[in-house]
């Protein structure tokens, strides 16, 4: 058995009590409503999925990251031109039931640096995320699991995260970080106004495994940008609260659709 298979074990063990532990605030499985505040419908964003992104990931360098996706219109990889430690490439693994149940942050194709194991409520909704971290040195001494609450529209709004391990440091306090939404359905994020966010549709919403990654459901943009597509998502993600894809600005996003 190696050393992934053994760890994996203990955070399923550590998992399944922290779990058991833990209240989870969740009600309606609802999904959240296409409506955005100045349209009353948008058009089936499942049909304009991202397929490249072009981002700053230095001074002088521009790195493109090509999207692909599986049979049912999943994420199955977001690949760099140039993989490496500030942009890994990203693959997703799901079970028979279509459901994420693993995330991997690799530089390159092989060298796996972080990723996440996934357990699931009765409503499909992930409550346990948990995530083995790598050092640098072919170890994994960072463990985190998260258990997760949602409110009454899908939208995770309250992590429990646990450290299990810290390399050779004592562990790291608790966390419970919190996600609230304005009126409009957008994300608070500290020093940052409300208004800033434009009128048009955030990409994310493309797909609830980017919503979840992120841990963002807003759904419009964090600032009004310089151009949209005919349907009115973003041809960039500027500022840097809008983050996609390893915390590094998106100059640029080229969608499926026109």
């Known amino acids: 058995m190696n050393y992934i298979h053994k760890l994996s074990l203990v955070i399923l063990s550590a998992s399944l009590f922290i779990g058991s532990c833990t209240k989870s605030d969740i009600s309606s499985t609802s999904t959240l409503s296409k409506t955005i505040s100045d349209d009353a419908t948008t058009p089936d964003l499942s049909k304009c ?35 490496g430690t500030s942009h890994p490439n990203h693959f997703f693994f799901y079970d028979s039931k279509s459901r994420l149940k693993e995330y991997q942050l690799r530089w390159g194709d092989t060298y796996i640096h972080e990723f996440h194991f996934y357990r699931y409520n009765d409503k499909n909704q992930i ?28 939208r995770v709004v309250k992590e429990t995260i646990v450290n299990l391990k810290n390399g050779s440091e004592p562990l790291n306090a608790t966390r419970r970080p919190t996600y609230t939404y304005d009126s409009r ?10 208004s800033s966010y434009d009128y048009k549709i955030n990409p994310l919403r493309q797909n609830a495994i980017f919503q979840f990654i992120f841990r963002n459901y807003s759904m419009n943009n964090a600032a009004v940008q310089p151009k949209y597509n005919s349907i009115g998502l973003p041809l960039s993600m500027k500022p840097n609260n809008d983050q996609f894809f390893n915390a590094v600005e998106t100059l640029k996003v080229i969608y499926d659709c026109q």
């Open 49 to 83: 999925k991202i397929r490249r992104i072009y981002q700053q990931t230095g001074p002088l360098s521009v790195e493109s990251a090509l999207f692909t996706y599986n049979g049912a219109g999943n994420p199955y990889s977001v690949r760099y031109s140039h993989s």
């Open 127 to 154: 409550i346990i995320d948990s995530t083995i971290r790598s050092d640098a040195n072919d170890a994994y001494p960072y463990v985190d699991v998260s258990t997760i609450e949602y409110d009454n529209l899908g």
């Open 185 to 194: 359905g957008n994300l608070a994020v500290a020093l940052w106004k409300s």
